[in-house]
Nanobody, 131 residues
């Protein structure tokens, strides 16, 4: 059974940091692209970042560039999202998702990951950035 379990969310002050984790199981880690998405109240779910461990490709949403870093630990089948300099507009539920047999290099600033592209999803973790 494929599972993705997010953790690490919480409440943080503006300018603070959080590290989210996505523990995966039930599939071959190297065969998948893993994406981080977020959904704020009343808004659509949007892609934040993506990583493919097989080719070390990564991409970031413009607003995340320079502040967020995605990484993976293949031995632990876990993907991390280090978020620094957090802003109130980063407040959202953050989800990780897996897509089989593609590289994140498929995506670009003009062609960001879509929720429809991803096959498996976690339950999400709440991130709240207080002013």
């Amino acid at each position: 059974e494929v599972q993705l379990v997010e953790s690490g969310g919480g409440i943080v002050q503006t300018g603070g940091s959080l590290r989210l984790s996505c523990l995966t199981s039930g599939f071959t880690f190297d065969d998948y692209a893993i994406g981080w998405f977020r959904q704020a109240p009343g808004k659509e779910r949007e892609a934040v970042s993506c990583i493919t461990s097989a080719d070390n490709s990564t991409i970031y949403k413009d607003s995340a560039k320079g502040r967020f870093t995605i990484s993976s630990d293949n031995a632990k089948n876990t993907v991390y999202l280090q978020m620094n300099s957090l802003k109130p507009e980063d407040t959202a539920v953050y989800y990780c998702a897996a897509r089989l047999a593609v590289s994140c290099s498929l995506y670009s600033d003009e062609h960001s990951p879509s929720t429809n592209d991803f096959d498996y999803w976690g339950q999400g973790t709440q991130v709240t950035v207080a002013t």
